[in-house]
């Protein structure tokens, strides 16, 4: 099939390498532009334009879609479908019509749980014992179109949100490269998303980082795991120096009680409002990498009974 590829981060990745393996012809990708990043500063482009490149297939980073000129460059392609993972731009109608088999979207979250910008870290945040993937057919509303093909992934115990989205971008790979052949035979069915269930998956912010040992132990723990590696749930103490922020990585509920933020053993078991968690990876700032809770009450020269805020 003639495909137009739509997708930035990492996480899209996997699936144009497939769809280019599977001999689809890729007539163009579109992804955001280069930002700036590193400590130079310097323009990096996008992970799915370095792999556009390599492929040597024509990247383009239009600001918006939103214009006739747009419209008309996207109709050029002359796609059969438009294939969406993780783009980060919202695709008009006038867009959404062009291709001949329309738009289809690769979404990490089991639908219509989830729906949005953050699936995968509000996933584990909320404590789910499963996610998953999805394929379905874009239309205006945001993740609101009917779902053809879904594949689950459970989350275990202690797993972080990068981890969880490590192990769906293969799945995601198969899942969109059988969609297609589906398609293409003809026999791909879509069935409208159910009106019960639906959860909106909003932008992470920066206020929610911060951790308030104040609350249940399994909440505390799937709030760092949710938030790992980006951006980092944290705590603020004095380690000698001066307030210092802390980032946890992973955690887990432990055995335990106490006043809520009390340091309870050398293992870095921390006391909650119910309960305790013991913190398993964690980041001190300008430290380098991470240490294990241990290493970090023995490096910090705490003692059980120091609170950490």
């Given at each position: 099939m003639r495909v137009v590829f739509m997708g930035t981060p990492d996480f899209a990745v996997p699936t144009l390498a497939r769809l280019a393996e599977d001999g689809h012809v890729i007539a163009a990708v579109y992804t955001r532009a280069p930002a700036r990043a590193g400590r130079g500063m310097a323009l990096r482009p996008s992970p799915v334009h370095a792999l556009a490149e390599t492929l040597g297939v024509p990247v383009l980073t239009p600001a918006t879609l939103r214009t006739a000129e747009a419209a008309e460059t996207f109709a050029a392609h002359e796609a059969d479908v438009a294939v969406v993972v993780a783009y980060g731009m919202l695709l008009p109608q006038a867009i959404l019509?062009?291709?001949?088999?329309?738009?289809?979207?690769?979404?990490?979250?089991?639908?219509?749980r989830w729906r949005g910008a953050a699936p995968?870290?509000?996933?584990?945040?909320?404590?789910?014992?499963?996610?998953?993937?999805?394929?379905?057919?874009m239309e205006a509303g945001l993740d609101t179109g009917p779902v053809a093909l879904q594949a689950r992934v459970p989350i275990l115990p202690g797993m972080t949100a990068g981890e969880l989205?490590?192990?769906?971008?293969?799945?995601?790979?198969?899942?969109?490269?059988?969609?297609l052949k589906g398609l293409d035979?003809?026999?791909l069915a879509f069935d409208p998303q159910p009106d019960e269930g639906?959860?909106?998956?909003h932008k992470i912010t920066n206020d929610e980082a911060r951790i308030d040992w104040s609350g249940e132990a399994q909440a505390v723990a799937n709030l760092?795991?949710?938030?790992?590696?980006?951006?980092?749930?944290?705590?603020?103490?004095?380690?000698?120096?001066?307030?210092?922020?802390?980032?946890?990585?992973?955690?887990?509920?432990?055995e335990g009680s106490g006043e809520p933020?009390?340091?309870?053993?050398g293992e870095a078991t921390i006391a909650c409002g119910t309960g305790a968690v013991r913190l398993l990876e964690l980041r001190r700032a300008g430290k380098g990498g991470s240490v294990t809770g241990a290493e970090?009450?023995?490096?910090?020269?705490?003692?059980?009974?120091?609170h950490l805020g």
């Open positions: 019509d062009l291709p001949r088999h329309g738009c289809l979207n690769l979404h990490g979250s089991l639908l219509p995968i870290q509000r996933a584990v945040m909320a404590g789910d014992a499963e996610s998953g993937v999805g394929v379905m057919r989205h490590d192990a769906l971008m293969p799945v995601g790979a198969g899942l969109m490269s059988n969609g035979a003809g026999s639906v959860l909106y998956a760092i795991n949710g938030l790992s590696p980006f951006p980092g749930a944290f705590f603020e103490a004095d380690l000698g120096k001066g307030p210092e922020r802390v980032k946890v990585l992973r955690a887990l509920p432990a933020g009390t340091l309870l053993d970090f009450v023995r490096g910090a020269r705490l003692a059980p009974g120091a």
